[in-house]
């Protein structure tokens, strides 16, 4: 296939567009690079079978020739980003997603929206199944991403019941992994960056709040089934494993033989207090299953933040 993957040069992005190549098809990858960086796809410049596109997807989008599928990842995701980009939030959650859409039906390509377990919001309901409608605050400051991929969710639905648009959505969960940005704020690369650095990790609250994470591989394997399976509506991708986020921080300190301690902070508003998918859905439709443990992706992570740090 010829497959197009808007935020190519992002996080997850660039270890689909390594999958994607890995399995035989041609990729281009597209982004505007405000949170991607090509240091991410640096390794595969050159190669025949892939293309990088510098483009703004909130844009009218121009590819020549044929497309099989779009993977629609572009977006800043991390909380940090909430406050700092807000409105480039909306816009490609809103218009990206529209534009990609568009040229989906234009090219008659299959489309695949990176969608977010922060649909759910703070969830009244846990462990989160796809049927969960979700709880969150449309004016707080997470809103803005929260509203701009539940908008893209809405949309993508719009485009296969009117226009028959073959459609996927994949709610992604915490996921890690190398290529994550150093200072984006979320919680792997701080802790991470702060053990390597020796200084007290920062735990926001108490950290009694739960996250549950995803090694990048096996959520990139999860989506490849999911474009590649007959699945229209939401599937939930992510680890069921569920960690306080102390926990979690204790962890780091002992594989990175930190001894600084932790340091509370203040916690951010509308901060989800627990988030655990319900993975049922994958594992049925998908027959896909979480491989790697939490601790073996946090040692991998951390050999690629040392050579950065
Ligand atoms: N967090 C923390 N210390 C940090 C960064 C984040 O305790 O330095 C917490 C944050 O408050 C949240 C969890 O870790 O409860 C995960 O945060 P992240 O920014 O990774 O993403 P989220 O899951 O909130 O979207």
Request: one cysteine or more.
């Amino acid at each position: 296939m010829r497959i197009l993957v808007t935020g190519g040069a992002g996080f997850i992005g660039s270890h689909l567009c390594d999958r994607l190549l890995a399995e035989g098809h041609e990729v281009i990858a597209m982004d505007n690079l405000i949170t991607g960086s090509t240091d991410n796809i640096a390794h595969l410049a050159g190669r025949r079978d892939f293309e990088f596109i510098f483009h703004d997807v909130t844009n009218y989008i121009y590819i020549a020739g044929p497309l099989d599928a779009i993977l629609h990842f572009a977006s800043p995701a991390s909380p940090v980003d909430f406050t700092t980009m807000p409105i480039q939030i909306l816009k490609v959650g809103a218009l990206g997603t529209h534009k990609a859409l568009g040229l989906a039906r234009n090219k008659g390509a299959r489309f695949l929206l990176a969608s977010t377990s922060e649909v759910y919001g703070d969830p009244l309901v846990h462990p989160q199944p796809e049927t969960y409608w979700g709880h969150v605050n449309p004016i707080g400051i997470r809103g803005v991403y929260d509203e701009a991929k539940r908008f893209a969710e809405a949309m993508t639905m719009a485009y296969h019941r009117a226009h028959k648009l073959d459609t996927r959505i994949v709610r992604i969960f915490n996921t890690f992994g190398e290529r994550m940005r150093l200072n984006d704020g979320r919680v792997v690369p701080n802790l991470v960056g702060q053990a390597l650095r020796g200084q007290p990790l920062t735990v926001y609250g108490k950290g009694l709040q739960t996250r549950s994470f995803c090694y990048v591989s096996d959520l990139v394997d999860g989506i490849y089934r999911l474009l590649m399976s007959q699945e229209v509506e939401p599937v939930n991708v992510g680890n069921p494993r569920e960690t306080t986020i102390l926990e979690f921080a204790e962890l780091i300190n002992r594989l990175t033989g930190n001894e600084a301690g932790i340091l509370f902070k203040p916690l951010p508003a509308d901060d989800p207090r627990q988030r655990r998918p319900d993975i049922t859905r994958a594992r049925t439709i998908l027959g896909w299953e979480p491989k790697v443990a939490l601790e073996d992706g946090l040692k991998r992570t951390i050999g690629w933040f040392k050579q950065k740090v």
